[in-house]
């Protein structure tokens, strides 16, 4: 990168409603902002759901070298699948949640593992990342961990039925997550940016845990 670089940093909201109030918020903007080669952008109307910010963590169990996998339901992919007759409506996922008011992170990842897989979490979190989902059009961030566990005895149906979760829980191999990841059934970001960490991470992580048996 040029070292005389000088990013664009400022931006003016003309004028921000909100648009929706519910669960999910729609805020919508008139605004504009610093363009690269200097100056104002035009006046651009945009809309942005304001999501919340989330949690996930990859349960993973570097004594057995197992991955504990999720399975579950997502309306959002009824009109992705119009369009893309392959895409799954049901999901293969890592563990996540919204963080509540007050609620910090690490403990939004404690709580979703037991409520949505059984596990406990064994020790300290790793932080892995935090990212932004769409920023084009959402708020959303996701923090991203990973979390050791026990995956002996893991399985079945999960998540709280209040709020109406019906979450299947199975374990794979290390290596058949991957060939997961590479064959396209894990196709959400979070998922396949955890799993990529673990496949950069693996052995570091085996490494450690063993050091402590």
């Known amino acids: ?55 996930a963590v990859l349960p993973y169990d570097p004594v057995r070298d197992e991955v504990v996998l999720i399975e579950q339901f997502r309306p959002g992919a009824i009109s992705v699948q119009k369009t893309y007759p392959d895409m799954p409506l049901w999901l293969n996922e890592i563990v996540a949640g919204i963080i509540e008011d007050g609620e910090k992170p690490q403990d939004v990842a404690h709580r979703e593992t037991l409520e949505e897989s059984g596990c406990t979490i064994i020790g300290d979190l790793e932080y892995i990342s935090r990212y932004y989902v769409t920023p084009g059009c959402s708020s959303e961030t996701v923090t991203l961990y990973y979390g050791r566990v026990d995956s002996t005895n893991i399985g079945g149906i999960h998540g709280v039925v209040d709020e109406g979760e019906d979450i299947r829980v199975y374990k794979v191999s290390a290596e058949e997550c991957f060939a997961m990841l590479q064959n396209g059934q894990l196709c959400n970001a979070t998922a396949t940016i955890a799993v990529q960490w673990l496949m950069l991470n693996r052995e570091r992580i085996r490494k450690e845990t063993a050091a402590l048996r």
């Open 1 to 55: 990168m040029e070292t005389d670089y000088m990013p664009p940093k400022n931006y003016e909201i003309i004028e921000h409603n909100r648009g929706w109030n519910g669960y999910f918020k729609l805020d919508v903007y008139r605004l504009r902002h610093d363009t690269f080669e200097g100056g104002k952008s035009a006046v651009l109307d945009r809309e942005v759901l304001e999501r919340g910010h989330a949690v």
